[in-house]
Antibody, heavy 115, light 107 residues
Framework: QVQLVESGGGVVQPGGSLRLSCAAS????????MHWVRQAPGKGLEWVSF????????YYPETVKGRFTTSRDNSKNTLYLQINSLRTEDTAMYYC????????WGQGTLVTVSS | AIQMTQSPSSLSASVGDRVIITCRAS??????LGWYQQKPGKVPKVLIY???TLQSGVPSRFSGSRSGTDFTLTINGLQPEDFATYYC?????????FGQGTKVEIK
């Protein structure tokens, strides 16, 4: 069965960096584009990135462009999200996901930005 | 970026009611819209994709429709397990954007 397992979250000071990982299993990872979605505590869903199956194209909203970088290692079936210059408003649960008709989400990893 | 304006932000309804949630896109997105349900402490799950196609396994009381740039999620005969927050998501172009969410509460 499809499994997506995020890791790498934690408490970090403003201005710091984190790299989130998403380990995929149960499907041919290199065939699928992958998304990151975040949700601040008590707030709505925010789409934050997409990477094509082969890593050739990446997309971000303006709110994170220049600070967030998504990447993948298809040999390790792993998706990454590098987050730099962290701000308090980046505090959220971060989910990796396959979205659309084929709909799979991980359980999320919590990032807390606080001094 | 395409803005998705979802309404209402919350509503109270009774079991058996018909519930209607709408999303308006700031520009044309064709049928490239999905509806997601999220229960407290759980990850979201897709109910409808391509504006009106019911995801496998989703009860038929859920339906989606489109009129121009306006999209509607209808729940016919609200059930206790339907109390949750619902989001629309446009996947027409990047950056994808979610609506603000609609919390459906028990009256």
């Amino acid at each position: 069965q499809v499994q997506l397992v995020e890791s790498g979250g934690g408490v970090v000071q403003p201005g710091g960096s984190l790299r989130l990982s998403c380990a995929a299993s149960g499907f041919i990872f290199s065939d699928y584009g992958m998304h990151w979605v975040r949700q601040a505590p008590g707030k709505g869903l925010e789409w934050v990135s997409f990477i094509r199956h082969d890593g050739s194209e990446k997309y971000y909203p303006e709110t994170v462009k220049g600070r967030f970088t998504t990447s993948r290692d298809n040999s390790k079936n792993t998706l990454y999200l590098q987050i730099n210059s962290l701000r308090t408003e980046d505090t959220a649960m971060y989910y990796c996901a396959i979205l659309g008709q084929l709909d799979y989400w991980g359980q999320g990893t919590l990032v807390t930005v606080s001094s | 970026a395409i803005q998705m304006t979802q309404s209402p932000s919350s509503l109270s309804a009774s079991v058996g009611d018909r519930v209607i949630i709408t999303c308006r896109a700031s520009q044309g997105i064709g049928n490239d819209l999905g509806w997601y349900q999220q229960k407290p402490g759980k990850v979201p799950k897709v109910l409808i994709y391509a504006a009106s196609t019911l995801q496998s396994g989703v009860p038929s009381r859920f339906s989606g429709s489109r009129s121009g740039t306006d999209f509607t999620l209808t729940i016919n005969g609200l059930q206790p397990e339907d109390f949750a927050t619902y989001y629309c998501l446009q996947d027409y172009n990047y950056p994808w954007t979610f609506g603000q969410g609609t919390k459906v509460e028990i009256k």
